[in-house]
């Protein structure tokens, strides 16, 4: 049987279903414990949902203790391009340890990467969650564009840009992003150039905790919308109920 190739093209060596699995990424974490709970072993101190989660940690995305998870023993490690770093993944499979590495930059790459991760890399059926998000998420946007801001951090300003996960969810809710022109995928910008040519703010509450009284200020008769991060970033379970929870809360926006 030949063995599977991550979303990289890398060949993992998987010998038969894995029983002891690490994950490095949150929303990964969420899909294997929702899909397969038995076989996850240990994840990063991000990995927060499920909220019962019970599994060893070993440190962050982009600091894992490489040395534990090594000792640990696992069948697969679970990473993703953009949240985890090259050296980490380089010095886990020179251990002799298969990483899966994902690639994700749009629902559909994510819709499509999740099920390769559970068939192809897990061994198991498509979960009922994924088949309820592609449904979720199939039909197109209900409202016509509204230029909009997706801040990620305050203090300096970096906003949600061209090429990015929550970039092309948030257009599928009908949402312009006027910074998406820039040549970097997270700019950083100045207080005029946050609020220019924006009819609406979306404030999420990670990685930045934004809240009534931290954000909202800097938007001056612009409406605001405090939205849940999880919905807005994460691409695992949540996208099942995301677009329901995110139309809500962007039709509860306010002036500040």
């Known amino acids: 049987m030949t063995a599977p190739r991550d979303d990289l093209g890398t060949v993992v060596p998987i010998a038969a279903p894995p029983r002891r699995v690490v994950s490095l990424v949150p929303s990964l974490t969420e899909a294997v414990a929702a899909t397969c709970p038995d076989v996850l072993l240990a994840a990063t101190q991000w990995c927060t949902h499920p909220r019962d989660l019970a599994v060893e940690r070993v440190r962050g995305t982009k600091n894992p203790d490489t040395r534990r998870i090594i000792e640990l023993a696992p069948d697969l490690v679970l990473c993703n391009m953009e949240e985890n770093r090259r050296i980490d993944v380089d010095r886990l499979r020179a251990a ?3 990483v899966w590495v994902t690639r994700i930059e749009t629902v559909d790459e994510a819709l499509a ?3 390769r991760l559970c068939t192809d890399a897990l061994g198991t059926a498509v979960p009922d969650w994924l ?3 592609e449904k979720a998420w199939a039909a197109p946007p209900s409202t016509p564009p509204r230029n909009a801001v997706i801040p990620i951090w305050r203090h300096p300003w970096m906003v949600v840009g061209r090429n990015t996960f929550t970039g092309d969810l948030a257009a599928r809710l009908g949402l312009h992003l006027v910074h998406a022109d820039r040549p970097d995928r997270y700019p950083r910008l100045t207080d005029d150039e946050l609020t220019t040519g924006i009819d609406l703010a979306v404030l999420p509450d990670e990685p930045y905790v934004f809240t009534r009284a931290d954000g909202p200020d800097a938007f001056p008769g612009i409406p605001v919308a405090l939205v849940e991060g999880r919905s807005l970033t994460w691409y695992g ?3 099942a109920t995301a ?5 809500r809360q962007l039709a509860e926006a306010f002036y500040p």
């Not at 677009?243 to 139309?247: F, H, V």
């Open 96 to 98: 002799g340890i298969p």
């Open 113 to 115: 990467a999740l099920a």
């Open 131 to 133: 088949t309820e998000a």
């Open 237 to 239: 379970p949540s996208l």
């Open 243 to 247: 677009r329901a929870t995110l139309t």
